[in-house]
């Protein structure tokens, strides 16, 4: 999964525009396919399974990358960046887990990009605490909507206002402002010369995860956490002990060691996990539609 066979986006708006036409060749997957070569890369090392993957969500690596435009780097570094988070994705992915590579995968490439642009610049010499991340790059799209881009300082309402928007003390704001003193207003346009041709704020996007979505998300999580704990109660300890092992842990024990435990043969062990994870599920699907 070396990053030299991916392609790769030459400079110009040409080259970008041959890029992404090159990765929109590659086929997406469906999800019985993209199980299966997950599940021949993580048991028997199958690189070409791993390079199957990783080259179907180079278009996604790319509309992530997009929304990052605004930070003045080379789109081709972002977009390795972001490629790089994928393989990361990919090395790490549990199909078993039951959720589609892209749910998992947009993560590690937006947190791969953002660790290059903050590295890339040299006035975010700060540290890289999560407060300072979420400032740092939301400090632009806060300003934008409170009509802030007026040059030198911030005018302390102004500070006030951004500072209570994004949870964060007035000094952090003022430190963070002057660092990166320079700004560009999001509506001056991608180009001089031409007439319509949109404005930077086109190409940005909030990465991050309002409050009513994260506390939704938040409950949703606990609620399934509480429906699975007492649907485990239809199983009995051996159930129990082989359905976690198997579903529930980080890293699963196989079928050899657990047969070697209980004294069974490993197609017994896998009968038993495939009807633990039968019963769980009726017992969850049951559960909820009670609620």
Known sequence: MATNLLPTVASGQDGLQKYLSGVRAFPMLEPQEEYMLAKRWREHNDRQAAHKLVTSHLRLVAKIAMGYRGYGLPIGEVVSEGNVGLMQAVKRFEPEKGFRLATYAMWWIRASIQEYILRSWSL????????????????????????????????????????????????????????????????????????????????????QVDQETALGD????????????????????????????????????????????????????????V?????????????????
Do not use: C
Not at 239 to 250: K, M
Not at 277 to 291: I, L, M, P, R, S
């Open 124 to 207: 975010v010499k700060l540290g890289t605490t999560a407060s300072q991340k979420k400032l740092f790059f939301n400090l632009r799209r806060v300003k934008g909507q409170i009509n802030a881009y007026e040059d030198g300082d911030l005018r302390p309402e102004k500070v006030a206002e951004v500072a209570k928007q994004l949870g964060v003390s007035e000094e952090d704001v003022i430190s963070m402002n002057q660092r990166m003193q320079g700004d560009a207003s999001l509506n001056v346009p991608l180009s001089k010369d031409a007439e319509g041709g949109g404005e930077w704020q086109d190409w940005l996007v909030d990465d």
């Open 218 to 273: 938040s409950q949703e999580l606990s609620q399934r956490l509480s429906l699975l704990k007492n649907a485990m109660n239809v199983l009995n300890e051996r159930e129990a002990s082989i359905f976690e092992a198997r579903r529930l842990s980080e890293q699963p024990e196989t079928l050899e060691v657990l047969s070697q435990k209980f004294g069974v043969s490993r197609e017994r062990i896998r009968q038993i996990e």
């Open 275 to 291: 009807r633990a994870f039968e019963k769980v599920q009726e017992a969850v699907t049951e559960a909820a539609a009670a609620h």
